[in-house]
Nanobody, 122 residues
Framework: HVQLVESGGGTVEPGGALKITCAAPTDSYKAYCLGWFRQAPGKEREGLAIISPYGKTKNAETVEDRFTVSRDNRKNTLYLQMNGLKPEDTAMYYC?????????????????WGQGTQVTVS
């Protein structure tokens, strides 16, 4: 599996912004759907945003107007721009590669998960 590496997490005040990054070591991920997920302590993993190899995106309703997913296939990198952060956004954030170029909401359709980057809003 391609090992994805998240970075850019940290602590931010409510209302602030943060951009987290997911890097793949090779360009093999270019043909796949990519997704951002998060998991807070005691809660189930939640899908946030998905992006097709061609740049078509879909956000979860909970972050619809605040988060923006993008990708740069030349740099083998996935991004999540988060604005208007709230304390309830506090969680470990993960990126993952889909099983194909088709994007699905369910985390079961993703493999090659990164180890996560912590985002704390306080």
């Amino acid at each position: 599996h391609v090992q994805l590496v998240e970075s850019g997490g940290g602590t931010v005040e409510p209302g602030g912004a943060l951009k987290i990054t997911c890097a793949a070591p090779t360009d093999s991920y270019k043909a796949y759907c990519l997704g951002w997920f998060r998991q807070a302590p005691g809660k189930e993993r939640e899908g946030l945003a998905i992006i097709s190899p061609y740049g078509k995106t879909k956000n979860a309703e909970t972050v619809e107007d605040r988060f923006t997913v993008s990708r740069d296939n030349r740099k083998n990198t996935l991004y999540l721009q988060m604005n208007g952060l709230k304390p309830e956004d506090t969680a470990m954030y993960y990126c993952a590669r889909g099983l194909s170029s088709f994007c699905y909401r369910s985390s079961t359709q993703y493999d090659s998960w990164g180890q996560g980057t912590q985002v704390t809003v306080s």
